[in-house]
């Protein structure tokens, strides 16, 4: 069965947004201001859009429009018709337009956040959503466009588009640093009141772990233990103990010298921190390339 040719069915497809307008505003000139047209040139649509249909839509008085019976009747099928279609660019371009990075809840406060504010004023256009989530590369692989966290997939269904290098160091803050000893040794930490975060999945290095890489065996009860590893920061910042730290996951912290690093005892983490990608469309390399920028800019 042949198709009917729609192109010679249809009316002139650039006047329908010129007569939605003109109907809710019942002024051509109006109309006009509302699409950045002359008064002139939406006259113009219209007319060549009842010349098309070959009726009168628009009754012309002094100060403003009406619509004919005939223009109600093409308005009441018509106009919903377009912006059904405004609506439907509309949820393109915002599925263009937005991008979803899934990191861990501490990456997220203490990395992203204070970065935001830089990457809306260079992306204005662009709307970033963060996803936070105990294990980003299990509950963010179905949403997420860039997952950015220790590790890569091991499920080949990521690429691993960058990895940063990533340092393990213990932490405290500046007040809590001051009972320790100076030239501090990893024999000091094993006695030192020390504040741990208990992941059950076994992703995180512990203290125990931590030490042993430096030939301590045995270590103090911790001080305060913690199901999260935030609340484990936060506890360090607020002096109760030293508190095992991934650089970058503590990044604000140390920059705003709510905490300070005991470098000197720092190790290389098994795990480096991963920017995984689904695709490696325009936006994600885009946004890909900014990350790299910025920790650049703190590695300096």
């Known amino acids: 069965m042949r ?51 070959a009726v009168m839509l628009f009754e012309r008085r002094r100060h403003d429009v009406a619509l004919t019976a005939a223009g109600q009747r093409f308005a009441e099928v018509v106009n919903p ?14 599925d263009a337009n937005e991008f979803t990075i899934c ?24 709307c970033l959503r963060i996803l936070t989530s105990p294990d980003p590369l299990r509950d963010g692989s179905a949403d997420a466009d860039l997952i950015l966290t220790y590790g890569s997939s091991k499920s080949g269904k990521l690429v691993v588009a960058h990895q940063f290098e990533e340092q393990i160091v213990p932490l405290c803050s500046p007040l809590f640093r001051r009972t320790l000893p100076r030239r501090l040794t990893a024999k000091d930490i094993a006695t030192a ?35 999260t590893y935030n609340s484990a920061l936060d506890a360090a910042t607020q002096g109760l103990g030293l508190v ?22 720092s190790i290389s983490s098994p795990d480096p921190l991963c920017a995984n990608l689904q695709h490696a469309s325009s936006m994600a390399l885009h946004v890909l390339e900014w990350i790299c920028l910025e920790i650049k800019a703190t590695s300096q």
Do not use: Y
């Open 3 to 53: 198709m009917p040719n729609l192109r010679n069915r249809l009316p002139p497809l650039g006047s329908l947004a010129a007569f939605e307008a003109a109907c809710r505003h019942g002024s051509f000139t109006r109309a006009a201001e509302e699409l950045n047209l002359t008064q002139a040139a939406v006259s113009r649509q219209i007319r060549a859009l009842e010349d098309d249909l």
């Open 193 to 227: 009141t020390l504040v741990d975060f208990r992941d059950d999945e076994g992703r995180w290095m512990d203290w125990r772990q931590f030490l042993s890489k430096h030939g301590i065996a045995s270590v103090s009860r911790a001080g305060l233990s913690f199901s």
């Open 244 to 265: 095992l730290g991934w650089t970058h996951s503590a990044d604000q912290l140390l920059r705003d010298g709510r905490l300070v690093a005991l470098r000197e005892l």
């Open 103 to 126: 990191t861990e809840l501490c990456l997220a406060a203490h990395w992203l956040m204070p970065r935001l504010s830089r990457f809306q004023a260079d992306h204005p256009n662009l």
């Open 81 to 94: 018709a377009v912006l059904q279609i405004a609506t439907a660019k509309g949820a393109l371009q915002r």
